[in-house]
């Protein structure tokens, strides 16, 4: 197992004890996005020099998973909604395939995952300050937003 495969799983049971259903704040990142599947690849710096911020993205719920709902949360379980301009990898559970994941804003962020996919996706991204949206492509009232100092 990797370090990032084991980050990443720990980070996962983290945030599946925490029950908070909305987005909110976390930590550091800078100017533009990439994306991957969790390939192994490491994440991309923070602008401290330091490793990407982890933060935690679903489409759906365990129970429902073609549920309306769309959250992005900081490692604590927290909704997104203010976050410090810097690198961010975003591991998002995608549990519907009515679903996706969208994630726009400044600095060329365009990152999405598939609507009739189903499963776990690695976002690498480099956030500058500004505004940014994620949203459901078929079902634009899906939709949450954050913004980036």
Known sequence: MTATTALLSTLALLCTACSSDEPEAAAPAPATSSSTTSSGAAPPASAGGGAATALRASVGTDAAPDAFEIDLLDASGSPV?????????????????????ALS????VDEKTSVPEVGEVVLEVELVAGDYDFVCDPHPNMSGSFTVT
């Open 81 to 101: 909604r203010e976050l410090p301009a810097g690198a961010y990898t975003i591991t998002v559970d995608d549990r519907s395939k009515i679903h996706n994941f």
């Open 105 to 108: 804003g400044p600095g060329g």
